[in-house]
Structures are given as C-alpha cells and as structure tokens.
C-alpha cells in the first residue's frame, strides 16, 4: 500500500519570506501523480500544484514550486514570497496512474499547519 | 475549475437520528465521488469510493451499513449517516472527478459538512 509521510506538524514563516514543505512516499508503482492541496480555515480543499512522476521537470506554479526526488520518494513544497494568505494546513498527495480498481484514489499525508507571521 | 457543492454545510441531529448529505457537481459529470471523513487538525480519510450507477467501495474498517452511499446520478451522490452517534460527529467532505482517458481527471473537493451529533 502507498503511504504518504509529512514529517513537520507545523511550520512558520515570515511574510515575504521562502518556507519548504517536507514530503515523502513509498510505492511501488512507476506511474503516479504527486499533488499538495491547501486547507485554508474555510476548509475547502485547494490544489495547489501537481506533479506528475513520469516528468523530470519539477512543477513551478506561481510562488509555489515543488523539489520532485523520485528515486529519494521525497516531494518538497517551497513557497516563495510568502503572504498572509499562505497560511493554511497543507496536505501532501499521492494517486497512482491509470488502471486498476483503485484508481483516483488520493493517499494524504497527516498534514503541516503553516503559519504566516507580519 | 470545476465546482462541487455540497449540502448542508453544517448539521446537528440527535444520538439514533439518520442525516442524509448531499453532494453536486454544478458543471461537470462527475462519473466518480469519493467520501472523507475529517477530525479536527487531521488528515483525510477517505470512506468510500461511489462510482455512478454501481455500488460504492468501501474503505477497510468503514461500515457501509452505518455510512450508506448512493451514486445514481452523474451529478449527485449521497452519504447517509444511518443512527448517528456522537462519535461520528466529525467534518464530511466529497470530491467528485470525471474519468477522461488522456486527461488530468483532477479531484474537484465540496466545501464540507461539519455534523454534530447531540
């Protein structure tokens, strides 16, 4: 089974500032897409960025861009620039490609609470 | 992107009463929903998998005859909490995706339902 490891409960920052979200994965498969999702207090869900494992090219949107290791299993967020409306919890994850009876099937990870300091 | 809605945004029902939650896609046919299910601070679980027209799958350790779900639209699938609990009070979110070959098929989340349970 696939699992998703965030191993930072909670991060902080200064506004304009870089902050790195940590990640890592463990599957077998060799076709998968790696996704951080924002939970703001509202808590709906939000994509922030993808990536899919068969690129090399790591996935740049914005402020945010993501350090994609695949043979380390180690997906990194680093948001640059940081701003007040950061501050959300963000989730990791982890969905194999296509086929199979669980495709779809998002895996996250526990989560990092990131706060944004003025 | 595309929206999910999802109703009611909150609900408080009495210990042994059912409560019936509603999830839309406005704009898309959403060919599969998943269920989660989220403790404050915590990750996503995900309950159960519903896929249009067929019974859902459930999670191992999730009671499908507790957590009742019906797909019978490409728009709309239900999640209906039979005898709630106060343990199961807890905040419910759907995501709804269509499964295209060649394309992204992104997970498009609800904006949740927080269900208190007296």
């Known amino acids: 089974a696939q699992t998703v490891t965030q191993s930072q409960p909670e991060m902080s920052v200064q506004e304009a500032e870089t902050v790195t979200l940590s990640c890592t994965y463990d599957t077998s498969e060799s076709d998968y897409y790696l996704f951080w999702y924002k939970q703001p207090p509202s808590r709906q869900m939000i994509l922030v960025i993808r990536?899919?494992?068969?690129?090399?090219q790591n996935a740049t949107e914005n402020r945010f861009s993501v350090n994609f290791q695949k043979a380390a299993k180690s997906f990194s967020l680093k948001i640059s620039d940081s701003q007040l409306g950061d501050a959300a919890m963000y989730f990791c994850a982890y969905r194999r490609g296509a086929g199979g009876t669980s495709y779809g099937k998002l895996t996250f990870g526990q989560g990092t609470i990131l706060t944004v300091h003025p | 992107g595309a929206v999910v809605s999802q109703h009611p945004s909150w609900v408080i029902c009495k210990s042994g009463t059912s409560v019936k939650i509603e999830c839309r896609s406005l704009d898309f046919q959403a060919t599969t929903m998943f269920w989660y299910r989220q403790f404050p601070k915590q990750s996503l679980m995900l309950m159960a998998t519903s896929n249009e027209g067929s019974k859902a799958t459930y999670e191992q350790g999730v009671e499908k005859d507790k957590f009742l779900i019906n797909h019978a639209s490409l728009t709309l699938s239900t999640l209906t909490v039979t005898s709630a609990h106060p343990e199961d009070s807890s905040f419910y979110i759907c995501?709804?995706?269509?499964?295209?070959?060649?394309?992204?098929?992104?997970?498009?989340f609800g904006p949740g339902t927080r269900l208190t349970v007296l």
């Open positions: 990536q899919e494992a068969y690129k090399q």
């Open positions: 995501s709804a995706t269509e499964f295209l070959a060649g394309e992204k098929n992104e997970q498009f």
